[in-house]
């Protein structure tokens, strides 16, 4: 009787093993390991440029250092929270985190607060709160769920069941994002994380190339309407026609990098924090990170990066079920996106935007949100297919086998031809 209710207990949910055979495991520990890592050397550089942020504020220099630390605790609990629910509530709670996310969207035109008349912020006594990481991450459960029942119905590029209801999504977040909050930089986010999941759900390329047309005919009109982001544009052709005016932030950018060298000036000696480059602790951290660690310390965190996004796609490869993929994918479009744009507008690549780098940046908004979205993924990576485990299985046991000598080798290499070879136990006297 014990052992049938522990088998209950341990029954894993069709959300989570799809149609096929499954199996849990180890999680992949490697995601929180780089997490902490990333979130470490953002507390290093915000502990660092404290005395410049306090110069400028007029705040005490523990001020920004405390507010990230009780961040990073409010991440780490996130994290071990979201990676212990079940993978279900999520989904049984969407309809909950729906008519949070409108609310908090709405909030902002209340009680936001912004720069350049955007109302991004959600001020709460002396707390603030950005609404659109609540949108990044309520966006890909939703999506996961939507796009994995069509899915298994056969009618993932049906115009009325799906396609309508997401372009209606998509147009009442581009209008409350990108038109009320003038924030076209998390819009790109959304619009991404959006075409990604539909792609890999199955939908056409015609239907996704339509899809992406109209997004940048969108932006495009978003653009010409507003004139500070027309001088952005320009700004991006050419940043060096005005450095002391609207090219201002991206010449002091590049002199930051540049000035960093192959290790950069050292963690106390940044003169850009000291009132030189704007958002010097959230949008521009990567410029200043540059400057203290040089050219080594920048590979090393986009090392660090491109190692996380590796792991959650070898997570995607493994998951069982097409919702639990759709929300890893979703997860990395995010990060991978959201990265992409900070560092190419920091190196004048891309225009500016008010893009925060992720587990970097000084904010605890999104450093909970990006954490929770990776603790999905470290949720999902205890699960994987039968078939995936078995070749795992199958290519180690082969290894240890040659290593002790019981199987000869079968590469195609040493035999010469191109005739598949399979391994044999050797016959001994």
């Not at 994380?193 to 997004?215: E, Q, T």
């Not at 660690?293 to 998951?319: D, K, M, N, S």
Request: aromatic share 8%; charged share 15%; glycine share 8%.
């Amino acid at each position: 009787m014990k052992q049938k209710n522990r088998h209950q207990r341990r029954r894993i949910s069709p959300l989570i093993a799809g149609d096929g055979q499954h199996r849990r495991h180890r999680p992949d520990y490697s995601l929180s390991v780089i997490c902490l890592l990333l979130l470490v050397i953002g507390m290093i550089v915000v502990y660092a440029i404290s005395p410049g942020l306090a110069a400028q504020s007029g705040l005490s220099e523990s001020h920004f250092v405390q507010r990230q630390m009780i961040a990073i605790l409010l991440a780490v609990v996130t994290f071990i929270v979201v990676s212990k629910l079940p993978l279900e509530i999520w989904w049984r709670s969407i309809k909950i985190l729906l008519a949070v996310t409108l609310l908090a969207l709405l909030a902002t035109q209340v009680t936001g607060s912004g720069e350049a008349n955007a109302a991004r912020w959600v001020q709460i006594g002396g707390l603030s709160f950005q609404s659109v990481e609540l949108l990044k991450f309520t966006l890909v459960i939703w999506l996961a769920g939507f796009l994995s029942k069509r899915h298994r119905e056969g009618t993932v590029n049906d115009f009325h069941k799906t396609l309508k209801p997401l372009g209606l999504v998509l147009l009442v977040s581009g209008f409350i994002v990108a038109v009320l909050q003038s924030d076209l930089g998390s819009m790109g986010v959304v619009a991404g994380i959006i075409i990604v999941m539909l792609f890999v759900a199955g939908v056409s390329w015609r239907l996704l190339a339509a899809g992406a047309v109209m997004v940048l005919l969108a932006g495009s009109l978003l653009i010409v309407a507003s004139p500070y982001r027309q001088e952005r544009v320009m700004t991006f052709l050419n940043p060096q026609a005005d450095c002391l005016a609207e090219g201002y932030q991206a010449c002091q950018a590049l002199i930051a990098i540049g000035s960093g060298g192959l290790f950069g000036k050292g963690i106390d000696r940044s003169a850009q924090a000291y009132g030189y480059l704007p958002e010097a602790a959230n949008d521009s951290i990567f410029a200043v990170l540059a400057e203290m660690f040089g050219f080594v310390g920048v590979v090393v965190v986009i090392g660090l990066l491109v190692a996380l996004f590796t792991r959650l796609y070898r997570i995607i490869e493994r998951t069982p079920s097409m919702y639990s993929q759709l929300i890893v994918v979703g997860a990395l479009t995010w990060l991978s996106t959201q990265a992409f744009i900070n560092i190419m507008a920091m190196v004048g690549l891309f225009p500016l935007k008010g893009i925060t780098l992720p587990f970097i940046s000084y904010g605890g908004t999104s450093i909970i949100f990006v954490t929770a979205a990776v603790a999905l993924a470290f949720n999902i990576s205890r699960y994987s297919t039968f078939s995936v485990i078995e070749q795992s299985v199958t290519k180690r046991n082969q290894k240890q086998q040659k290593k002790k000598g019981n199987l000869r080798d079968n590469s195609v290499e040493r035999r010469g031809n191109r005739r598949p070879h399979y391994a044999y136990p050797v016959r001994r006297p």
